[in-house]
């Protein structure tokens, strides 16, 4: 039997994802916020389903399907406090209350390191953010880490037809301060696609 997967949120990430796992063989399944996404991607080689992550009661027949892996990167659509809430937390409280499934993935941000003195910063440092948004993620990876899943903190995204820092220097909005040698925290689209791709595989080589 082919191992299967459901990745929550088809957009930026998520869709190079899902198009991965399902060309290497995987059982695949995605979740998008509305019918209209849902429709878009009805000739994929995977099967999508139009859900509110947000709201127990919208999960319909998936409820009764059992996924070896859960892959949430849904956005917040670049809402506030209120969207991180909802999306991030309340969405992975009913993923874990619904679904069957064998491990929980969930793509977090770097936004949740509070450091800003120029420091070095990987998974052993320190994660208190004084951001609600970015408390919202802390309280959502300790309750993904307490039900035995697993969290990855994704860098600023960037590919096709998406870099916000470089657009906002062309539009004007943003400088290069100091003598240009800061570095910029950034992860591109097909990297960050590969490592959950790549996380997915080996919580199934962990369990076999």
């Known amino acids: ?9 088809c957009g930026f990430v998520g869709l190079p ?5 399902a ?6 399944h995605a979740i998008t916020a509305s019918e209209t996404s849902a429709a878009k991607l009805h000739k994929e080689a995977f099967a999508t389903y139009a859900v509110d992550i ?15 892996v859960v892959i949430h990167c849904a956005s917040s659509g670049r809402g506030g406090a209120s969207s991180y809430a909802a999306v991030f937390l309340g969405g992975i409280q009913n993923l874990m209350a619904t679904l069957n499934y064998g491990r929980l993935i969930f793509t977090s941000s770097t936004s949740v390191y509070a450091q800003t003195d120029g420091s070095t910063v990987d998974e052993t440092s320190p994660a208190d953010p004084t951001r609600e948004t970015g408390q919202i993620l802390r309280k959502t990876e300790d309750l993904v880490l307490a039900g035995n899943g697993v969290v990855a903190r ?7 037809g998406r870099c916000v820092p ?3 220097l062309l539009e004007g909005r943003a400088t290069i301060e100091e003598d240009g040698t800061r570095r910029m925290n950034m992860l ?13 595989k080996k919580e199934l080589q962990r369990r076999g």
């Open 1 to 9: 039997m082919p191992q299967s997967v459901l990745v929550v949120g």
């Open 17 to 21: 994802l899902a198009r991965n796992l």
């Open 23 to 28: 060309s290497c063989g995987w059982e695949t």
């Open 54 to 68: 947000s709201d127990k009661t919208s999960f319909g027949r998936l409820a009764g399907n059992h996924f070896d």
């Open 154 to 160: 994704l860098a600023g995204l960037y590919g096709p």
């Open 166 to 168: 470089l657009q906002k």
């Open 188 to 200: 591109h689209q097909v990297d960050a696609a590969g490592a959950l791709g790549f996380l997915a």
